[in-house]
């Protein structure tokens, strides 16, 4: 770079000749020099402002624009990072302990209308009442022509065929929005256990599949939480003993008039049930609408098994015996008089057929089914100590089974727990539970002493449940129930090769509107444990009013209703659960007694 | 050399550009590649169900017991009793063969013997 000297010797020795100081030449060079760099540095700052400020500009606006662009931009999922089963959505399937399904969903379509967009809406009114019948053409029309009407659902669901008839119509103003369905492929069966569903909020794109009843409901929360992956429901339920189950109830229902009828099967160790069943049934895909009026036990979406709260009669015996073994103030051979009269708190107690059975066994009072001998029992025992037990079996509030209808079972209680009431209850009187609370008393009493919860999720293993009874009471009344089926009142129950115990109970019916009871209306009963000589399953058969004609006179008792039902249905679900029939012992006592 | 340097940087610049805009049409494509595999999965997961859904329909209990007792005559189908179990000592088993008779020496030889 070229500078200008400070003191250009030209002009120096041109002030010096003319007598002036050179300095001051210097002087004025160098303010020149001065200013001419201040405005070089000025110019260099300015620019560098300036850059500095467009970039700054320039990055603002970057993340400005970015910002407007996320806020009004529709979202989208990251597509690099999702993984595969994002695309898993819906409702989750439900199938039974096997993996075979009991639930399902399917696509389908929805139509729906924009009446403005139409062309020809009386044509369009006129070929959609030809391919569906319950649509009126008049009132389509009608609802086309509206002015003030921008949409209308037709169909909520279309199956592919009236799907390809719609749009064979060629209307621009009939729409198809994608639907998913709930299926249940075997029809009515587990209908009370599945319940149903049908649409919630419902939008064009797509519905919401809620559960109305049953365990759909129940679990609707877990059913449509989409961190479940589409991973399926796992019931306890077994689809082939269910199947053969309602199969053989139903024959034994039509074949003894009765009106209804239920059943359940539940695995003494985990609490599993295996199969519940109300009859009559319905289709859960086309689930009937509920009783306006009348009995609501009338209707088939009434649960008999658990809704259904019944006086269940002398299958309650066997709780006052176990409790007084337990308690240990009789042995199975204590004799117990069972003598008339036996009054508490001026009732006579009774028995059935006025009979009289004499001194008897605790063991007899059982197999004979004594009234009076299980009244005396449950005086020894009092009404406390009684409440107590009954209480830890779980007969005070309703079952925790995983459908919404078993809140409603909850059992009637007498309001004072007097000394009659306890005898009273201590043959099934007074007291209404579902068959269900039955099922679970004696599975009590069939897992050696120890409660189990019934339910109807798959279990991994045994229940942890609380001890009720002593293990030795326990087995002293499985050994009872063994000789109900040998040599008392459910003779009918053997079924060979399966060492059936159980009780039976039958219970007069009371009157709708107070009264008293019916005396030709009974419900009939009986709760079995097989086999007896190590109980693994618990069946209890309920027939309401069922009568058995083929004597002289109509037959009743449970004995000759509910016992035959129940020996069918395990000689037809015992070989389905894998059990072997064991015909070793011709005298399956003595084998009770040799495996203890 | 300060040239060489400048047409080196610019050749770099345009090079790398080159790259990233390379990639990034790479990496569209693949992401359109997995968004069409999971439309076909979804496709796919969507037929299995109704396959499923269909092969539990035909499968069903009341239908499998009607086509049994239609087809009773030639089948001979029934539930399942328990006298179909049966027991060991119902088992034939063969007839015990002959105990050998070894009458004629053999030579015997380790080959092709496997350990003791």
Known sequence: MIRRPLRPLARILEARAKGENPDAIERENRRLRHEEMRDRARVRAEGRLLVLGLTFFCAFSVIGVRMGMLAASEPSEPRAQASGASIIASRADIVDRHGRLLATNMSTHSLYAHPRQMIEPARAARELAAIFPDLKEADLARRFADPDRKFMWVRKKLSPEQMQAVHDIGEPGLLFGPREMRLYPNGALAAHVLGGASFGREGVHSAEVIGTAGIEKFLDEELRDPAREGAPLELSLDLTVQSAAEQVLEAGMTLLNAKGAASVLMDVRTGEVISIVSLPDFDPNDRPNPLVEGNASDSPLFNRAVQGVYELGSTFKIFAAVQAMDLGLVNPQTVIDTRPPMKVGGHRIGEFDNHNYGEIPVETVIVKSSNRGTGKLALAIGPTRQQAFLKSLGFFEATPLEIVEARGGAPLLPERWTDLSAVTISYGHGISTSPLHLAAGYAAIANDGIAVRPTLLKQRGPQAGERVMSERAALAAQVMLRKVVTEGTASFGEVPGYHVGGKTGTADKPKERGGGYYTDKVIATFAALFPAHDPRYVLVVTLDEPVETSGTKPRRTAGWTAVPVAAEMISRIAPLLGLRPDHRSAAPEALIEASR | ?116
Do not use: C, K
Not at chain 2, 37 to 43: F, H, V
Not at chain 2, 72 to 91: A, I, K, T, W
């Open chain 2, 1 to 116: 050399m300060r040239t060489f340097l400048f047409l080196l940087t610019a050749i770099a610049v345009i090079a790398s550009g080159y790259w990233v805009y390379h990639e990034n049409y790479r990496t569209h494509a693949e992401l359109d590649r997995v968004d069409d595999l999971r439309r076909d999965i979804g496709a796919a997961r969507e037929r299995l169900a109704i396959l499923r859904a269909e092969w539990a329909y035909l499968n069903r209990p009341d239908r499998l017991r009607d086509l049994a007792d239609l087809n009773y005559p030639r089948l001979g189908l029934l539930p399942l009793r328990p006298d179909q179990f049966g027991r060991v000592d119902q088992v034939a088993y063969p007839a015990l063969p002959d105990p050998l008779e070894i009458s004629q020496p053999v030579d015997i030889s380790s080959h092709g013997a496997l350990g003791q």
